[in-house]
């Protein structure tokens, strides 16, 4: 139950060579699940291409195998969620079910800003689960411009106050691995 991973993917099919930015060790380090069972959260930033969800979905895989419930969704399926359960008068509800899993995997956070009240509801879900649930999100842009995601610096520094507080960031950097083989094969530049 729950999870909802979009694809199947593996820590075994990521190759680290291919992303020198990104510390083996660390990954293996965060695959063994401890910070989920201190509800902590890791950031996963980095431009499109460079294996941010293929890493959330693989460390969601060694949660589950670790015994742990894991949700999956995007930014936008999550937000849309609470906007609509928050018109439906039963945000609490959701906010409940929200903070049940003991991971939630936030997928593609900052590919589209947040209206302000989608902003503020968000901050209450990372509220809710706040030291009791860890949090695993994506995002294309640095911490610096989560005042831009979410419309609202103040909003966004209360969500960052909270998210950073036990946290690992990581910071991939690199070319996009999509467009590698076809800039192997001299497709592209
Ligand atoms: P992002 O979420 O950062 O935009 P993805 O995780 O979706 O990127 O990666 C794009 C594609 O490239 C996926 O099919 C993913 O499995 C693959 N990929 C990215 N980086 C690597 C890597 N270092 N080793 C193996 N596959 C990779
Ligand atoms: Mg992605």
Same mark, same amino acid.
């Given at each position: ?20 930015? %990104? ?33 959330? %979905? ?6 589950? /195998? ?6 999956? *969704? *995007? ?28 991971? @939630?995997? %936030? ?17 209450? /879900? ?9 949090? /695993? ?10 005042? *831009? ?10 969500? @960052?106050?909270? @998210? ?14 999509? /467009? ?10």
């Amino acid at each position: 139950k729950l999870a909802h991973f979009p694809t199947v993917k593996e820590l075994a099919g990521f190759d680290f060579e291919a992303q020198p930015s %990104i510390d083996p060790k660390q990954i293996r380090d965060l695959a063994a699940s401890r910070w989920i069972a201190n509800g902590e959260n890791v950031l996963l930033l980095g431009p499109p291409g460079v294996g941010k969800t293929h890493l959330s %979905i693989a460390l969601g895989r060694e949660a589950i /195998l670790a015994g742990y419930t894991v949700q999956f *969704t *995007t930014a936008t399926t999550l937000v849309a969620g609470l906007a609509k359960a928050h018109g439906e008068r039963r945000l609490d509800e959701k906010l409940l079910a929200l903070a049940k899993p003991k991971l @939630l995997i %936030i997928d593609e956070l900052g590919y589209l800003p947040l209206e302000p009240d989608a902003a503020h509801l968000f901050f209450q /879900l990372v509220s809710r689960r706040y030291e009791t649930g860890a949090m /695993l999100i994506t995002s294309n842009r640095s911490v610096a411009e989560w005042g *831009t995601v979410f419309a609202d610096p103040v909003v966004a520094t209360a969500i @960052l106050d909270r @998210l950073l507080h036990h946290s690992h960031v990581l910071t991939i950097r690199g070319d996009s691995y999509r /467009l590698r083989a076809k800039r192997k094969s001299g497709l592209i530049k």
